[in-house]
């Protein structure tokens, strides 16, 4: 198959790194893949050399609503220029609104590439547009759609999820560790959280939880890693310390080998009020972390099986997670049956497993022969 993988650009980041990912899979089983970007096209990743980058320079800001209709023009323009020269097969694109694009680009042609769209966003809160409802009422012409959950599916109509497959992120990261440490070898006092500091990822209540844990448990520490607006860090900072665990809560930062730091703590905790499908609960999960999680939509409860591989906890509910917390921290058999729960991800979201499911639902669309892994 000729393929293309669509989106804005191919910085770091976990869309992008799915699509690197996909990339150099599909060209090891010889296809011919394209990456096609609005920018220039530089990427964050490495990727096969088989892997053809294209940017179409269209990026930018609009200053007004003239600027904005005169840049759609343009990435129309560019779009069906790009696919009358290339005929993909079909079109991977990692959003319903640059989907949407590339329907608006192709509508008059007779014989375009088949179109799969698939939200990486969570579509519950992603901001509305002025657009929305004609993008909305387009969705039905796509020919597939590739859907991070099976709950988030719930919110597309009957129509596109009859052609639609549900297909959850994988372990695309280069740098999930090779070996496992034994639960019983494990730093038990420590603590860990990765992610944005923002307002989604709920660090007051995970702070807030800590602080309750905290009276019990004096000899732990916890770790956050992850970067945000300074003055919401001090903010987060002031929290703690007015909790009197200001010296017990740890911000370090983004740092690039963020999993060689986590992957011997004795916990991992995720207190988000909603996400996608949330890349930092894989890995974590494949690093033999023991982990309390939020509940939230939509992706959690579909990577945990509370009690088996995980701890799930309702969202906003400090006690609740310092609950779960406590008996992670005072039940050693629990904590290790979590561990070994957990690491089952490295078979059911390998890299492998998920590109064969990415692989044989596009095969499917365009009509070719399934690849067997």
């Known amino acids: 198959m000729k393929l293309a993988f669509f989106y804005g650009n191919l910085l770091r980041g976990g869309a992008q790194r799915v699509m690197s990912g996909l990339a150099n899979q599909f060209t090891a089983w010889g296809d011919e893949v394209i990456l096609l970007t609005l920018d220039k096209g530089e990427s964050g990743y490495k990727l096969d050399p088989g892997v053809r980058v294209c940017g179409l320079d269209v990026a930018g800001d609009s200053g007004n609503r003239l600027d904005s209709l005169g840049r759609m023009f343009k990435t129309l323009t ?73 709950r988030v599916s719930e919110l597309f109509p009957q129509s596109l999820r009859d052609k639609g497959r549900v297909i959850h992120n994988g372990l695309f990261s280069s740098d999930i560790p090779k070996t496992v440490t034994e639960y019983s070898e494990r730093d038990s006092r420590s603590l860990c959280a990765m992610g944005r500091l923002d307002y989604q990822k709920a660090y007051d209540t995970m702070i807030r939880a800590f602080a309750l844990f905290a009276r019990e448990h004096p000899e732990h520490t916890l770790n956050i890693y992850g970067r945000g607006p300074d003055e919401f860090r001090k903010k987060l900072q002031e929290l703690a310390t007015s909790l009197n665990v200001g010296s017990r809560v740890i911000f370090q930062g983004n740092l690039p080998d963020v999993l060689e730091h986590i992957k011997d703590a004795g916990m991992f905790l995720m207190t ?17 972390l023991p982990c309390v999680c939020t509940d939230c939509d939509f992706g959690p409860a579909e990577l945990i099986e509370d009690g088996v591989s995980g701890l799930l906890a309702p969202v906003d509910d400090a006690e609740a997670i310092a609950s779960a917390m406590a008996r992670i921290a005072d039940e050693p058999g629990l904590g290790e049956k979590l561990s070994i729960g957990a690491l089952k991800i490295r078979q059911t979201h390998s890299r492998d497993e998920i590109c064969r499911q990415y692989h044989n639902y596009i095969e499917e669309i365009v009509g070719k022969k399934k690849v067997e892994t």
């Open 272 to 288: 988000s009020r909603y996400e996608g499908m949330p890349n930092a609960l894989i890995e974590a999960m494949a690093c033999g």
């Open 78 to 150: 560019a779009l069906r220029r790009w696919e009358r020269q290339e005929r993909p097969d079909a079109v991977i694109c990692f959003s319903t609104h640059l989907s949407f694009q590339l329907l608006l680009a192709l509508s008059f042609c007779r014989n375009r590439c088949k179109i799969i769209a698939s939200e990486r966003a969570n579509p519950a809160v992603v901001e509305k547009r002025a657009l929305e409802h004609l993008e909305d009422s387009c969705l039905g012409k796509l020919d597939g759609f590739i859907f991070q959950t099976q």
